[in-house]
């Protein structure tokens, strides 16, 4: 069962970069399709970009399309989430997931992720 363990979160200015890590343990990273979601209070947690086992083809939501960059690092067991532009309205707690499946898709829905971290908290003022 793999663990994961998200970091890089903090409180950054309208128009900032941050770079979110997702550091894992205790699996074979490449076994796992990767992704990143978001929450706000009382909101349900959405989708933000997905990864597959390889890091070949990935998928953004349209909020953050151009403006996010995801990839992984199989050697290092470590999935990344390059945020640009950052806006207010992009703060939220962020987790990243993986699932385990054949093939070569990435997930975008929620239900579909079968391990999760803990969460980083980005907050972005105006």
């Known amino acids: 069962q793999v663990q994961l363990v998200e970091s890089g979160g903090g409180l950054v200015q309208a128009g900032d970069s941050l770079t979110l890590s997702c550091t894992t343990s205790?699996?074979?990273?490449?076994?796992?399709?990767m992704g990143w979601f978001r929450q706000t209070p009382g909101k349900e947690r959405e989708f933000v970009a997905a990864i597959n086992r390889v890091g070949v083809t990935q998928n953004y939501a349209d909020s953050v399309k151009a403006r996010f960059a995801i990839s992984r690092d199989n050697a290092k067991s470590t999935l990344y989430l390059q945020m640009n532009s950052l806006k207010p309205e992009d703060t939220a707690v962020y987790y990243c997931a993986a699932v385990s499946r054949g093939g070569f898709a990435y997930y975008i829905e929620r239900f579909d992720y079968e391990y999760w971290g803990q969460g980083t908290q980005v907050t972005v003022s105006s």
């Open positions: 205790g699996g074979t990273f490449t076994d796992y399709a």
